[in-house]
């Protein structure tokens, strides 16, 4: 199925962005048709599929679906949709280990509305992209993370905004007011269909199971509380994004950005506030003072003021602080932090723990380079060749341990496995040792 955007979809979209765009107050009043597309829907499936997933909790998979028919399938979910007759499903919920002990939550929605889901973002994308401010950068076309990490660096070395706060918000997706949600969607939706529909995904019941007892527990908490906007929901980035907007605006509003200094840089519900040596402490007040009209709790503990170039911070995957060159000089800059080094050094561990033994040594190095690969051309900013090293040793390391394992040999490997064989025969990644070459490898 292909995924590239269809003329007639990407028409329809390039015409809500230009409406939207040329005019900031209007109101748009016909949206629910144009998720009932069959074009809309078709793409929408085809993401949605792309982007895998287990199932819902009614359990039904894309491959049940492929079975039954994939055209009869989308023909019923159109009518349904047309005939107002849609009505979404239980959630399932996943709770999903963090590094740091706590867990998070997911709510993974039936492939149905996953899919609905997706045709309405299609749809309300383009609208509420022209209105997202231009330091939001998370979910958004053409913008990504290393993006927003180039922004921080650039108020830090640039306008020398070296105090900032590092802030966390807890459980953001979890916390987001429905009430006030609902208004800022409808500033620019007045379709009654678009907007009860998008009530009903907030309000969506989940299901948690227990495997071990058999057992099967239902919730209605986020209608109980009127909060969340589910993560694992193909819409809960988007809806995320226009309530954050909301702190972005009142951050401009009463004037912090330029009384103060301070520039906020936003990526879904991490950001940072960037601001000039002693007002810190200013515009850590006036960030709660905010974020609790907003209804939204700023956790204390994983809040904090850094004054560079003494401290350092971490932001979305990067440490940003002080550095130093060949010669001694200091400088500010980024490299990647020891939390991200951990993930993927774990990830190798496991793609060659015992349990893999029986499948075949080119599938394991398939699967490695593919860990490291995708690693690398996230971080690639900044001194990284000492981190390549790290990464480059104990893959190494790790793939002959997992060899002689699989094979009953003895010793560390290194006898019976060259790096001529790794990165020839095998074909190997082989991470760049000067930082030259990573420059290369970026151009």
């Known amino acids: 199925m292909s995924l590239r955007t269809p003329e007639n979809v990407g028409k329809l979209q390039r015409a809500l962005q230009a409406k939207a765009k040329a005019e900031p107050s209007y109101r748009f009043y016909s949206l629910w048709d144009k998720v009932c597309r069959e074009d809309v829907l078709a793409l929408a499936y085809a993401r949605c599929r792309k982007n895998g997933g287990i199932a819902g909790a009614d359990e039904e998979k894309f491959s049940d679906i492929e ?4 055209e009869q399938w989308l023909r019923k979910l159109q009518e349904e949709l047309r005939s107002k007759e849609y009505v979404p499903k239980p959630l399932l919920r996943i709770r999903i280990p963090k590094a740091n002990g706590g867990e998070r939550l997911l709510g993974i929605p039936s492939i149905k509305d996953r899919v ?6 299609q749809i309300l994308g383009p609208i509420f992209e022209v ?5 939001q950068y998370g979910f958004r076309p053409k913008l990504d993370a290393k993006m927003a990490i180039r922004r921080v660096f650039y108020h830090l070395t640039q306008y020398h905004r070296t105090e900032v706060v590092d802030a966390d918000l807890s459980d953001y997706f979890d916390s987001v007011p429905h009430g006030q949600l609902m208004k800022s969607l409808a500033r620019r939706i007045a379709d009654g269909q678009m907007l009860a529909v998008i009530k009903c995904w907030l309000e969506m019941p989940a299901v948690e199971r227990d495997r071990l007892r058999g057992a099967e527990k239902r919730t ?3 209608k109980d509380k009127k909060r969340g906007t589910p993560q694992g929901s193909p819409i809960s980035p988007l809806l995320a994004n226009v309530y954050f907007r909301r702190f972005m605006l009142a951050w401009q509003k009463f004037g912090y950005a330029e009384s103060l200094d301070a520039r906020v840089v936003n990526y879904a519900d991490d950001f940072v506030i960037c601001t000039r040596p002693g007002n810190g402490p200013q515009v850590m007040e006036r960030m709660r003072e905010l974020m609790s009209r907003l209804g939204l709790t700023v956790t204390e503990k994983k809040t904090r003021l850094v004054r560079l170039p003494e401290e350092s ?3 979305l995957g990067y440490t940003l602080g002080r550095y130093y060159r060949r010669g ?5 800059g980024t490299r990647p932090s020891k939390k991200s080094l951990k993930k993927v050094l774990r990830k190798i561990h496991e793609e060659t723990s015992p349990r893999w033994n029986t499948t075949t040594v080119e599938k394991r190095v398939f699967e490695l380079n593919s ?3 995708g690693w690398i051309n996230y971080f690639n900013q900044g001194p990284v060749v000492p981190v390549y090293q790290k990464i480059q040793r104990y893959l190494d390391r790790r793939l002959r341990l997992w060899l002689v394992g699989k094979h009953r040999q003895r010793g560390t490997g290194y006898r019976q496995y060259s790096d ?5 025969e095998l074909g190997l990644i082989h991470l760049p040792w000067r930082q030259a070459d990573v420059l290369k490898a970026k151009a």
């Open 371 to 373: 860990i490291v690969r």
């Open 328 to 332: 001694g000089t200091p400088f500010i």
């Open 313 to 315: 911070f971490d932001f």
């Open 220 to 222: 209605t908490e986020a």
């Open 420 to 424: 001529k064989y790794f990165y020839e």
């Open 116 to 121: 609905v889901q997706m045709a309405a973002t």
């Open 131 to 135: 209105d997202l401010h231009p330091n």
């Open 67 to 70: 079975e039954r028919g994939l």
